[in-house]
């Protein structure tokens, strides 16, 4: 894939970009190493200073940066600005929070025979981020903000259809006062990632994307001993019982599914309905989807932009056709618009079967599949049935229900009576082929630390011939 800008809303190529050299990624994992060691003498207040100053740095140019992922990827601009906002509030969270998440855990020393054990979070080193392009400054963000707090150093292969972004990223955190190297883009495709993470000096890796990118990802870093963080795909379920508040629910349903244009992992993307309100619900449903006006993502009136490349809306499209040529009923869109731009309606699919590939597939733009259950338990069936884990979505205000929702359903977060979505107060991943690991919390602080043991006692001898001592 060439590294351009392409405006989604009109195919035009913008801005391209030559890929970096094999030497010039070379001088920045030097770069990134050599920081890391200067990090080393810093300490955990003075980066919480330069975090905060990339919060004011957001803040200040929020407008400017917002228009800028609209132009590479097509969210909507005031989509784009609340996500600049959301990362701005990340750095500070961390910022002020990192003191206590990455403080000395004490031990019972008595009772492993010390005179003082404790868990101490020290950072690895350089950690090559792989992301995506659906949140082009969020998803890295959320690396990047507690993993410097932690005191790693970080080099961003971003997606090859936002580089303006990734190199602002870097611009930023340069200016904010980090030193030189502790956060570096590297304009290079996917093909270049294997050699990034075979070198030593590159200590762990987190990908955002694709389930394929996460098998190979995880296969390198298998082969080179590396600890990954793996954010995958995902096909939330969003289940509607019969307690639930209906126009509430279609509301929700309807944002949950068409936010970012409809391209994020945690959108709601399979709807199942209990049958005694599934006629109601889906009435309302298509209603608001098909209200939804899409157009040109700079426009304040607009609520779906295009997609992001033609390739995800062509993609999209064949997922649909697929569906209707094995028999499913489309309730509104369904039609690839023609024109200028990646355009697509919002649209409901119905009358879904195993087999199909909306089905089984993530289904990555505005398109909901909706599903009739019998009952809980054949909703939790469709719910888990599939390789997917990441988000989760029940509507029901019977109090029991919700208990059994939060354990029944297979993901890596259940959010009831609400939507799906991230805090940097809240652990983020998944569960299957969503991926591993943890983002966001003191849990994703820690994902690349080395969390180590240390044992101080007073010199006596081992633990003699004989003990188990492994
Ligand atoms: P993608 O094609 O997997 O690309 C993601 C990143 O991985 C890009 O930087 C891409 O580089 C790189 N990449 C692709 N194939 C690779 C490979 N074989 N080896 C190494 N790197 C590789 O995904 P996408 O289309 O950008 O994003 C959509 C996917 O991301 C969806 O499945 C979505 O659900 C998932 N996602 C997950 C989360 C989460 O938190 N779980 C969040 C957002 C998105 P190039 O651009 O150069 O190809």
């Given at each position: 894939?060439?590294?351009?800008?392409?405006?989604?809303?009109?195919?035009?190529?913008?801005?391209?970009?030559?890929?970096?050299?094999?030497?010039?990624?070379?001088?920045?994992?030097?770069?990134?190493?050599?920081?890391?060691?200067?990090?080393?003498?810093?300490?955990?207040?003075?980066?919480?200073?330069?975090?905060?100053?990339?919060?004011?740095?957001?803040?200040?140019?929020?407008?400017?940066?917002?228009?800028?992922?609209?132009?590479?990827?097509?969210?909507?601009?005031?989509?784009?600005?609340?996500?600049?906002?959301?990362?701005?509030?990340?750095?500070?969270?961390?910022?002020?929070?990192?003191?206590?998440?990455?403080?000395?855990?004490?031990?019972?020393?008595?009772?492993?025979?010390?005179?003082?054990?404790?868990?101490?979070?020290?950072?690895?080193?350089?950690?090559?981020?792989?992301?995506?392009?659906?949140?082009?400054?969020?998803?890295?963000?959320?690396?990047?903000?507690?993993?410097?707090?932690?005191?790693?150093?970080?080099?961003?292969?971003?997606?090859?259809?936002?580089?303006?972004?990734?190199?602002?990223?870097?611009?930023?955190?340069?200016?904010?006062?980090?030193?030189?190297?502790?956060?570096?883009?590297?304009?290079?495709?996917?093909?270049?990632?294997?050699?990034?993470?075979?070198?030593?000096?590159?200590?762990?890796?987190?990908?955002?994307?694709?389930?394929?990118?996460?098998?190979?990802?995880?296969?390198?870093?298998?082969?080179?001993?590396?600890?990954?963080?793996?954010?995958?795909?995902?096909?939330?379920?969003?289940?509607?019982?019969?307690?639930a508040d209906l126009d509430k629910a279609a509301e929700v349903a309807t944002t949950a599914r068409c936010q970012n244009n409809g391209q994020s992992c945690i959108a709601a993307k399979r709807f199942i309905v209990h049958a005694d309100v599934f006629d109601a619900f889906a009435e309302k449903f298509a209603a608001r989807m098909s209200a939804l006006r899409v157009g040109d993502p700079m426009d304040e009136n607009t609520d779906v932009g295009p997609l992001a490349s033609e390739s995800g809306r062509d993609e999209l499209h064949a997922q649909v056709r697929d569906a209707v040529d094995n028999g499913a009923s489309v309730l509104c869109g369904g039609e690839k618009p023609t024109g200028d731009g990646w355009f697509y309606p919002p649209t409901v699919v119905t009358d879904l079967r195993p087999g199909m590939r909306m089905w089984a597939e993530e289904v990555f733009g505005p398109v909901a599949g909706l599903y009739r259950a019998a009952s809980y338990e054949e909703a939790i069936e469709i719910a888990n049935g599939t390789a997917f884990g990441l988000g989760s979505n029940a509507w029901t205000t019977d109090p029991a229900e919700q208990e059994r929702f939060a354990t029944d359903l297979d993901a890596g977060n259940v959010f009831i009576n609400g939507m799906t979505t991230s805090y940097p107060e809240l652990p983020f991943g998944g569960v299957k082929n969503s991926g591993y690991g943890r983002e966001l919390s003191a849990v994703g602080m820690r994902e690349f630390c080395n969390t180590k043991t240390v044992w101080i006692g007073a010199g006596e001898a081992g633990p003699g011939a004989g003990a188990h001592s492994e």
């Open positions: 894939m060439p590294i351009a800008t392409t405006d989604p809303a009109t195919g035009q190529v913008l801005k391209t970009y030559d890929p970096m050299s094999d030497e010039q990624v070379d001088a920045a994992i030097e770069r990134a190493d050599l920081a890391f060691r200067q990090l080393h003498g810093t300490t955990i207040a003075q980066r919480g200073q330069w975090l905060t100053a990339a919060a004011d740095l957001l803040e200040a140019e929020r407008d400017a940066t917002a228009r800028l992922m609209t132009t590479e990827m097509g969210k909507t601009y005031a989509a784009a600005k609340a996500e600049v906002t959301k990362c701005a509030t990340a750095c500070r969270f961390y910022a002020a929070h990192a003191e206590r998440m990455l403080a000395d855990e004490p031990a019972d020393a008595k009772a492993v025979k010390a005179q003082r054990a404790f868990v101490r979070y020290q950072p690895l080193g350089p950690v090559l981020a792989v992301m995506p392009w659906n949140f082009p400054l969020w998803q890295v963000m959320r690396f990047a903000a507690p993993a410097l707090m932690a005191g790693n150093t970080g080099l961003l292969k971003h997606a090859s259809n936002v580089p303006q972004t990734a190199l602002y990223l870097e611009d930023l955190f340069r200016r904010a006062g980090f030193p030189e190297g502790a956060f570096s883009t590297l304009l290079v495709g996917s093909d270049a990632v294997e050699r990034i993470l075979a070198d030593p000096r590159v200590r762990a890796a987190t990908l955002t994307g694709s389930e394929g990118a996460g098998r190979s990802i995880a296969a390198i870093a298998g082969r080179e001993l590396k600890k990954t963080v793996l954010e995958l795909g995902g096909s939330d379920p969003f289940v509607v019982m019969p307690s």
